[in-house]
């Protein structure tokens, strides 16, 4: 009897260990299809052939690191990875270098001009601070979309290395 009890309880042991293995292996391969998906969907994004960003996935924890030459490239990576199945969090300590230097003053001016220009902001007062390339947008806006499109445009702007929109809206 007490063979069998202790052959029983070896055969749960193996069990156990068995399917801790198989879990590890099968979370491991997980990573792996996430890191290969996230690549794959760069790589057939035009705008981020040419960047050099690697990627670490652990658990489905995601880090995006390297650098990029605009803004809206880093924000591309970023949403890349959060729409793919399987990923718990990002962390995007990918860099944006731009290729060609640009003033502050030569940024505002084209941050003024779409504020002005663009339909959507008619009226609202915009104010613009950088500091080497960092944008620091606050403006009073109608709806929350406009804070989106507002940050993908600036995002595409060539030297814009951060952006902070701090927005109040109109009830």
Known sequence: MKKNRNLMLLVVLIIIVSGITHAHAALAMSDKI????????AADTLSLRETKVDLAVEDGYVVLYGTVGLYIQKM??????????????VDNEIRVVPRLPKTDAAIEREIMELAQTHRRFQGVNVIVTLVKGAVQIRTTLDHPQDVLFLKR?????????DINIQAKFIA
């Open 34 to 41: 996430i890191k290969q998906r996230i690549e794959d969907d």
């Open 153 to 161: 445009r600036v995002a595409e702007i060539e030297g814009v290395i």
């Open 76 to 89: 591309l990576y970023e949403q890349i990875a959060w729409k793919t199945e399987g990923v718990v969090e």
